[in-house]
């Protein structure tokens, strides 16, 4: 919904949840191709198009406005809204984890990993 209102196009979206949940395999590719959407598509941005207002329409028909820095930034803390969401899931099932084997799913440990797989290529 926000990478067609960051372009100012109609995503036809009209409503925030859906009856048919892919594969996972599915989502896991589209979650992968929706990154690097993204990445590719701030890569291109001017300091000028960052802080460009862009009036939408929400799923529910309210209208809005927000720069494009205003719609990244809210992208980003939605992901980390859902992450915290999968972690608090996580934690409440019924397997048993040995403390060297648990993932830590925090940003910090993230940028961790993503450095020490630079530095090791």
């Known amino acids: 919904m926000f990478a067609a209102n960051l372009q100012k196009i109609e995503h036809g979206y009209t409503a925030n ?14 979650v992968r191709e929706m990154d690097r959407w993204y990445l590719d598509y701030v890569a291109r941005l001017s300091p000028d198009e960052l802080g460009e207002v862009i009036a939408f329409t929400f799923t529910d028909g309210a ?21 915290g969401q999968v972690g608090q899931i996580l934690s409440q099932m019924p397997i048993a984890l040995r403390r060297e084997n648990v993932f830590r799913d925090t940003f910090t440990s993230y940028l961790h990993r993503a450095d020490a797989a630079a530095v090791a290529t």
């Open 63 to 83: 209208p809005g406005r927000m720069s494009r820095e205003e719609m990244l930034a809210h992208v980003i803390a939605h992901g980390g809204y859902h992450r």
């Open 17 to 30: 949840e859906t009856d048919d949940a892919p594969a996972l395999e599915e989502l896991s590719a589209s």
